[in-house]
Protein backbone atom coordinates (compact mmCIF):
# COMPACT_ATOMS: atom_id res chain seq x y z
CA UNK A 1 0.00 0.00 0.00
CA UNK A 2 1.25 3.57 -0.76
CA UNK A 3 2.72 5.30 1.93
CA UNK A 4 -0.20 8.47 1.49
CA UNK A 5 -3.17 5.84 0.98
CA UNK A 6 -1.78 3.99 4.52
CA UNK A 7 -1.71 7.63 6.13
CA UNK A 8 -4.96 8.03 5.09
CA UNK A 9 -6.39 4.87 6.70
CA UNK A 10 -4.37 5.60 9.68
CA UNK A 11 -6.05 9.20 9.90
CA UNK A 12 -9.38 8.07 9.27
CA UNK A 13 -9.21 4.96 12.05
CA UNK A 14 -8.28 7.62 14.79
CA UNK A 15 -10.63 8.08 17.64
CA UNK A 16 -12.71 10.93 17.80
CA UNK A 17 -11.24 12.57 20.98
CA UNK A 18 -8.43 12.65 18.52
CA UNK A 19 -7.32 15.92 16.77
CA UNK A 20 -9.16 14.86 13.89
CA UNK A 21 -12.14 15.90 15.37
CA UNK A 22 -10.66 19.10 16.04
CA UNK A 23 -10.51 19.84 12.11
CA UNK A 24 -7.42 17.74 11.18
CA UNK A 25 -8.21 15.97 8.21
CA UNK A 26 -11.05 15.82 5.39
CA UNK A 27 -14.57 16.44 6.11
CA UNK A 28 -16.15 13.59 5.10
CA UNK A 29 -13.97 11.44 7.15
CA UNK A 30 -14.76 13.52 10.25
CA UNK A 31 -18.54 13.01 9.17
CA UNK A 32 -18.59 9.61 7.89
CA UNK A 33 -15.43 7.79 9.67
CA UNK A 34 -14.87 4.29 7.91
CA UNK A 35 -17.04 2.57 10.43
CA UNK A 36 -19.91 4.43 9.15
CA UNK A 37 -22.19 7.25 10.48
CA UNK A 38 -25.93 7.72 10.79
CA UNK A 39 -27.23 11.48 10.86
CA UNK A 40 -30.98 12.22 10.85
CA UNK A 41 -34.02 14.33 12.41
CA UNK A 42 -38.23 14.16 12.84
CA UNK A 43 -39.95 17.27 12.85
CA UNK A 44 -42.56 17.10 15.09
CA UNK A 45 -46.19 18.21 14.25
CA UNK A 46 -45.58 21.69 16.45
CA UNK A 47 -42.67 22.16 13.58
CA UNK A 48 -44.38 21.62 10.76
CA UNK A 49 -47.05 23.69 11.64
CA UNK A 50 -44.35 26.74 11.95
CA UNK A 51 -43.50 26.05 8.56
CA UNK A 52 -46.54 25.30 6.75
CA UNK A 53 -44.45 24.61 3.13
CA UNK A 54 -41.93 22.11 4.26
CA UNK A 55 -42.07 18.79 2.45
CA UNK A 56 -39.93 16.71 4.78
CA UNK A 57 -40.84 15.58 7.55
CA UNK A 58 -37.88 13.06 8.64
CA UNK A 59 -34.36 13.31 6.96
CA UNK A 60 -31.76 10.19 7.67
CA UNK A 61 -28.51 10.12 6.06
CA UNK A 62 -25.63 7.41 6.38
CA UNK A 63 -22.77 5.89 4.79
CA UNK A 64 -18.95 5.07 5.18
CA UNK A 65 -15.67 7.10 3.97
CA UNK A 66 -14.43 3.72 3.33
CA UNK A 67 -14.86 3.28 -0.25
CA UNK A 68 -13.76 7.32 -0.50
CA UNK A 69 -10.46 6.32 1.00
CA UNK A 70 -10.29 3.36 -1.17
CA UNK A 71 -10.10 5.87 -4.47
CA UNK A 72 -8.29 8.86 -3.66
CA UNK A 73 -5.09 7.04 -4.69
CA UNK A 74 -6.46 7.07 -8.01
CA UNK A 75 -7.89 10.80 -7.86
CA UNK A 76 -5.74 11.66 -11.05
CA UNK A 77 -7.95 8.87 -13.26
CA UNK A 78 -11.21 9.56 -11.03
CA UNK A 79 -13.09 11.76 -9.12
CA UNK A 80 -13.42 9.70 -5.73
CA UNK A 81 -16.92 10.39 -4.26
CA UNK A 82 -18.66 10.01 -0.92
CA UNK A 83 -21.00 7.20 -1.16
CA UNK A 84 -24.26 7.74 1.04
CA UNK A 85 -27.53 6.56 1.50
CA UNK A 86 -30.39 9.57 1.75
CA UNK A 87 -33.76 8.81 3.22
CA UNK A 88 -36.79 11.10 3.20
CA UNK A 89 -40.06 10.96 4.15
CA UNK A 90 -42.73 13.40 3.28
CA UNK A 91 -44.88 15.29 4.65
CA UNK A 92 -48.02 14.22 2.63
CA UNK A 93 -47.19 10.22 3.61
CA UNK A 94 -44.68 9.16 0.82
CA UNK A 95 -40.65 7.94 1.19
CA UNK A 96 -38.16 8.45 -1.01
CA UNK A 97 -34.24 6.59 -0.60
CA UNK A 98 -31.30 6.37 -2.54
CA UNK A 99 -28.28 6.01 -2.96
CA UNK A 100 -25.84 9.61 -3.87
CA UNK A 101 -22.44 10.52 -4.39
CA UNK A 102 -20.48 13.27 -3.07
CA UNK A 103 -17.41 15.71 -4.01
CA UNK A 104 -15.18 17.11 -1.31
CA UNK A 105 -14.20 20.61 -1.94
CA UNK A 106 -12.58 23.36 0.31
CA UNK A 107 -13.35 21.08 3.16
CA UNK A 108 -17.18 21.00 2.51
CA UNK A 109 -18.71 18.26 1.35
CA UNK A 110 -20.14 19.46 -2.20
CA UNK A 111 -22.37 18.40 -4.82
CA UNK A 112 -24.20 15.49 -3.61
CA UNK A 113 -26.64 13.86 -6.00
CA UNK A 114 -27.51 10.78 -8.42
CA UNK A 115 -25.98 10.50 -11.68
CA UNK A 116 -29.26 10.96 -12.91
CA UNK A 117 -29.13 14.42 -14.57
CA UNK A 118 -32.44 15.63 -13.29
CA UNK A 119 -32.02 14.75 -9.85
CA UNK A 120 -30.36 18.18 -8.81
CA UNK A 121 -27.75 18.53 -5.73
CA UNK A 122 -27.27 19.62 -2.17
CA UNK A 123 -23.88 20.21 0.12
CA UNK A 124 -23.17 19.41 3.31
CA UNK A 125 -21.47 20.88 6.08
CA UNK A 126 -20.40 19.89 9.39
CA UNK A 127 -20.42 21.76 12.35
CA UNK A 128 -18.08 22.55 14.93
CA UNK A 129 -20.92 20.66 17.27
CA UNK A 130 -20.68 17.15 15.39
CA UNK A 131 -23.99 17.94 13.54
CA UNK A 132 -24.58 18.16 10.03
CA UNK A 133 -26.60 20.75 7.85
CA UNK A 134 -27.80 19.99 4.47
CA UNK A 135 -27.68 22.61 2.39
CA UNK A 136 -30.01 22.66 -0.30
CA UNK A 137 -28.26 25.18 -2.42
CA UNK A 138 -29.00 22.89 -5.95
CA UNK A 139 -25.31 23.84 -7.87
CA UNK A 140 -26.12 22.09 -10.52
CA UNK A 141 -29.45 24.59 -11.53
CA UNK A 142 -26.53 27.52 -11.29
CA UNK A 143 -24.25 26.11 -13.97
CA UNK A 144 -24.50 28.57 -17.67
CA UNK A 145 -25.91 25.14 -18.81
CA UNK A 146 -27.70 23.63 -16.48
CA UNK A 147 -28.86 19.84 -16.31
CA UNK A 148 -31.55 20.57 -13.76
CA UNK A 149 -34.44 21.79 -15.41
CA UNK A 150 -35.74 22.98 -12.15
CA UNK A 151 -33.65 23.62 -8.85
CA UNK A 152 -34.88 20.71 -5.83
CA UNK A 153 -32.86 17.52 -5.03
CA UNK A 154 -34.14 14.06 -5.30
CA UNK A 155 -33.35 11.41 -2.70
CA UNK A 156 -34.44 8.72 -5.60
CA UNK A 157 -33.16 10.02 -8.32
CA UNK A 158 -36.00 9.67 -10.83
CA UNK A 159 -37.11 12.25 -12.96
CA UNK A 160 -39.67 15.03 -11.69
CA UNK A 161 -42.55 13.20 -13.44
CA UNK A 162 -41.76 9.91 -11.40
CA UNK A 163 -39.51 11.20 -8.56
CA UNK A 164 -40.02 12.89 -5.23
CA UNK A 165 -38.19 16.44 -5.38
CA UNK A 166 -37.06 18.51 -2.38
CA UNK A 167 -37.76 22.06 -4.09
CA UNK A 168 -34.91 24.63 -2.58
CA UNK A 169 -37.44 27.48 -1.07
CA UNK A 170 -37.21 29.05 1.77
CA UNK A 171 -39.00 25.94 4.10
CA UNK A 172 -36.84 23.55 2.59
CA UNK A 173 -33.14 24.92 1.77
CA UNK A 174 -31.67 24.36 5.62
CA UNK A 175 -31.70 20.73 7.50
CA UNK A 176 -30.04 20.28 10.87
CA UNK A 177 -28.97 16.81 11.26
CA UNK A 178 -27.84 14.94 14.56
CA UNK A 179 -25.51 11.75 14.87
CA UNK A 180 -27.84 9.32 15.49
CA UNK A 181 -26.98 5.79 16.57
CA UNK A 182 -26.34 3.49 13.02
CA UNK A 183 -29.09 1.31 13.86
CA UNK A 184 -31.57 4.44 13.10
CA UNK A 185 -30.54 4.29 9.51
CA UNK A 186 -31.12 0.91 9.11
CA UNK A 187 -33.54 -0.47 6.82
CA UNK A 188 -37.28 1.19 6.41
CA UNK A 189 -39.52 0.12 9.40
CA UNK A 190 -43.23 0.10 9.26
CA UNK A 191 -44.29 3.77 10.80
CA UNK A 192 -45.26 4.00 14.17
Not at 65 to 89: C, F, H, K, M, N
Amino acid sequence: MPQLARFLVALALLPAGSARAEGVGFAAERAFPVAGACYGRRYDADHLARHPGQVVSAIHLSGSSRGLIALRPQADRIDPELDLTLRVDFTDGGRAEGGIGCAETGGRIRRCGRGASCAGSFAVDLLPDGRLRIVNDDADSRLSEPVVREPGFSPDAACREKGRFVPPDAQNRVFLLARLPLSACGPERPRD
